[in-house]
């Protein structure tokens, strides 16, 4: 799908062709407007292509007449049922009249300057416009970590309540994400540390102040991601020894009751096996079957009373 925008003294206007200073936003494009695109331009039609393939890294390439800045941005996925995140390589290709935006889905990073919430944007402003995507790149990173973070608490309290696979299932899934990201705000560091050295991109004082501004957040957000992952670790290997403990209690009282029952089952074995009744206690006695029930059970009962008090039922 191709979108085109334009700044005006109105604010943010929708394009049917493109014009000189406006913003080319390709969202998941087909072959043919890759290659259209790519023909008017003037541009390498793989470097259009390469944000649509999720394993891309981030990178800054410079050829003669555009610029490609290539970052990962973060996203939502859906996978059984529940929302979690990832990330996904997202392009800004600067031309001599032009800035194109290549992803593979739509993102809320670029949804915001196109819906105009985005303050002092002008599509002709073209180093301000990467700073300020890369800015919201940056701010959506921490926006998304915070939601993980409170994720990761919720499962945590219903952990404490029943510790069962499906929340270790969860908080596995969560610390995933949070490995992507952690990949992925280190690759878009390098690439704003590249950015400042990139002659061909023109900065202006306040511009610089901006990208001061979008190192700050990303570092953030890496220390960030950095502090959750090794919480989240930590939480992951607690609780997996609680269960794991747990289980070692349960296994350890089932052997206490065990070894109990099999007291009366042993001297019951005893009577039950052929031989003659002269040498058995109690056989000639009319209460001998009772005789022999109550010493059995006295006898389990006082090896019950040891263990109890050893705390071996705990």
């Not at 470097?47 to 800054?60: F, G, M, N, T």
Request: aromatic residues 8%.
């Amino acid at each position: 799908m191709i979108r085109i925008f334009k700044s005006t003294e109105s604010g943010i206007s929708k394009l049917d062709m493109p014009e000189d200073g406006c913003w080319i936003a390709l969202t998941d494009p087909t072959a043919t407007e890759l290659f259209e695109v790519a023909q008017r331009y003037q541009l390498d039609v793989e470097d259009l292509r390469a944000p649509l393939d999720e394993e891309e890294r981030s990178r800054i390439e410079q050829e003669d007449n555009y610029t490609l800045v290539l970052v990962d941005i973060p996203v939502i996925e859906e996978r059984n049922d529940k929302d979690w995140y990832g990330t996904i390589p997202m392009s800004i290709i600067i031309g001599d009249h032009v800035i194109i935006t290549v992803c593979l889905e739509d993102t809320p990073i670029l949804s915001a300057f196109m819906d105009g919430r985005v303050r002092n944007f002008y599509t002709h402003m073209k180093t301000r416009f990467i700073l300020q995507i890369l800015y919201k790149n940056a701010s959506m990173f921490l926006h998304y970590l915070r939601i993980i973070d409170k994720k990761s608490e919720m499962v945590e309290k219903r952990l404490h309540k029943s510790q069962r696979n499906q929340e270790l299932i969860e908080l596995l899934e969560l610390e995933k994400s949070l490995v992507y990201f952690t990949t992925s705000l280190r690759s878009n560091e390098v690439v704003l540390e590249k950015l400042m050295k990139v002659e061909k991109i023109k900065k202006y004082p306040e511009d610089e102040d901006l990208l001061e501004d979008v190192i700050i957040e990303n570092k953030q957000a890496i220390e960030m991601a950095n502090i959750y992952s090794g919480i989240l670790s930590g939480t992951m290997d607690a609780f997996a020894s609680v269960i794991s403990n747990n289980q070692n209690i349960v296994m350890k009282a089932l052997s206490v009751i065990t070894i109990v029952m099999s007291i009366p089952t042993i001297i019951y074995s005893a009577y039950g096996m052929n031989v003659n009744a002269k040498g058995m206690p109690f056989a000639g006695s009319p209460l001998g079957f009772a005789a022999v029930i109550i010493v059995s059970l006295v006898i389990s009962l006082i090896v019950a009373l040891l263990f109890s008090k050893k705390n071996m039922f705990k």
